[in-house]
């Protein structure tokens, strides 16, 4: 079982930067695959990014490409998402989520198991 805690959102102007984490319980962190997720109001869930458990491949949503950064510290138990150069249209509700599961990574939400309670990170015009 893994539970997890998002935190560091919130409200910036376009063109600034958020660091977002997401803290996990359980002795076996650093054997799940991570993901991040977000969803606007109105719309879908949808992939921004994903790592594998030993943090050496990572996969992006093509929207977020080149701006967005995940890492994870196994160590600390802790997934990272470096948000740079926000624009509006990254307004939206942000998931951390994970999955235990052997196997290619997953950008779809049905491929992981454990989810975050989500936080919310708003870009104003």
């Known amino acids: 079982q893994v539970q997890l805690v998002e935190s560091g959102g919130g409200l910036v102007q376009a063109g600034g930067s958020l660091r977002l984490s997401c803290a996990a319980s359980?002795?076996?962190?650093?054997?799940?695959?991570m993901g991040w997720f977000r969803q606007a109001p109105g719309k879908e869930r949808e992939f921004v990014a994903a790592?594998?458990?030993?943090?050496?491949?990572?996969y992006y949503a093509d929207s977020v490409k080149g701006r967005f950064t995940m890492s994870r510290d196994n160590g600390r138990n802790t997934v990272y998402l470096q948000m740079n150069s926000l624009k509006p249209e990254d307004t939206a509700v942000y998931y951390c989520?994970?999955?235990?599961?052997?196997?290619?990574?997953?950008?779809?939400?049905?491929?992981?198991?454990?989810w975050g309670q989500g936080t919310q990170v708003t870009v104003s015009s």
């Open positions: 989520a994970a999955t235990g599961r052997i196997g290619n990574i997953s950008t779809q939400t049905y491929g992981y198991d454990y």
């Open positions: 790592v594998t458990w030993r943090g050496g491949i990572t």
């Open positions: 359980g002795r076996t962190f650093s054997s799940y695959a």
